[in-house]
């Protein structure tokens, strides 16, 4: 859509914040001209300085990103924090993680605790849901399970999907909750159906194992390829083993190989293991031991003691116990 930026540029010079924003928004979509992050960052500035709290939680997180801009937490800091003195939701929860994560701050879990409440009394879900992580790990406030789980429901029901994995966990795992594992694999599914990673595999362990639904290796190898097309690392060795095994899927030791490989290239230890067996046995790839050795190597370091056993039985240490491969 165009847009007269002339028109714009003569209101903004007369401090319309109005017009400042909107040629901020126009330049960092690329709308009506040509996209240009640089001249978004200078004028949300611009209207941040005079107050704007959309320009000011903007320029917070191009600061905290990097995005157009030297990536500077403090500066992230600074501008989320004004934001979030005029009531700001979204920088109320984002000045939270900064606080909770350590990010341009000393770590405060109290003042992270607050920045979350205060967004999630306003029914803000992202906050609801790390008030519900706060009270999970006991950050900033009293460990309380059932509290969290309180929290993650409100967030769910607002179909938040990291909330709604968040509680699939719960009742899987008991967590605040009673034990319902009908209940887990449908939030599961409703994430997943939202293209969440983490819940696509989970739900695919579920069909997997059969869990809370019948065992079906088709439906876990499609939900883990979905997530694995992410770039989710566990995923990615699952649709490995899958293709390992011919589980959900024809058999390939090449496909296997290719994707324990993705998920070793982000120091998955299980993908580590696995791509190391596969060139101790050329399942896949040309048998090498000296490369089997390095990647049982990484994995060992990075504590899977499967792949510790494999390596002291290439080097001749005499072991304990045999692993198999899951």
């Not at 606080?99 to 701050?105: C, L, Q, S, T």
């Not at 306003?122 to 900033?140: E, I, V």
């Not at 293991?273 to 790839?285: A, P, R």
């Amino acid at each position: 859509m165009a847009i007269d930026l002339n028109s714009l540029m003569k209101k903004a010079e007369n401090d319309d914040v109005n017009a400042m924003l909107e040629i901020a928004e126009a330049y960092k979509k690329g709308s009506g001209v040509e996209k240009n992050i640089r001249q978004s960052i200078y004028w949300y500035t611009k209207c941040a300085m005079l107050g704007n709290v959309v320009a000011q939680r903007n320029l917070g997180k191009a600061y905290f990103l990097g995005n157009g801009i030297a990536q500077d937490y403090s500066k992230a800091i600074i501008w989320l924090t004004k934001a979030s003195e005029q009531n700001d939701l979204e920088s109320k929860n984002f000045l939270g993680i900064c606080y909770r994560d350590g990010y341009g701050v000393l770590v405060d879990l109290i003042f992270a605790f607050k920045c979350f409440k205060e967004a999630a009394e306003a029914n803000y879900a992202p906050a609801q849901n790390n008030l519900g992580l706060c009270y999970d790990y006991g950050y900033g406030v009293e460990k309380n399970s059932t509290t969290a789980t309180t929290w993650f429901k409100k967030a769910a029901d607002q179909d938040y999907a990291p909330a709604e994995y968040n509680l699939a966990i719960c009742c899987e795992t008991g967590n605040g909750v009673d034990y319902d594992y009908d209940a887990a694999v449908a939030w599961y599914k409703k994430a997943a159906d939202q293209g969440y990673a983490k819940a696509q595999c989970s739900l695919a362990n579920s069909y997997y194992y059969g869990i809370g639904v019948k065992k079906d290796y088709e439906e876990a190898f499609k939900y883990y390829k979905l997530a694995a097309d992410q770039g989710y690392a566990p995923a990615q060795n699952n649709v490995g083993y899958c293709f390992k095994h011919g589980e959900g899927v024809k058999k390939d030791y090449k496909e296997a190989a290719s994707w324990f490989k993705r998920a070793s290239n982000q120091n998955n230890s299980s993908a580590l293991k696995n791509l190391g067996l596969c060139y101790e046995f050329g399942q896949g790839v040309e048998k090498d031991i000296e490369k089997a050795k390095e990647y049982y190597m990484m994995a060992s370091n990075l504590g899977n003691d499967e792949a510790k056993e494999y390596l002291d039985k290439l080097n001749g240490v005499e072991t304990t116990s045999e692993w198999g491969e899951i």
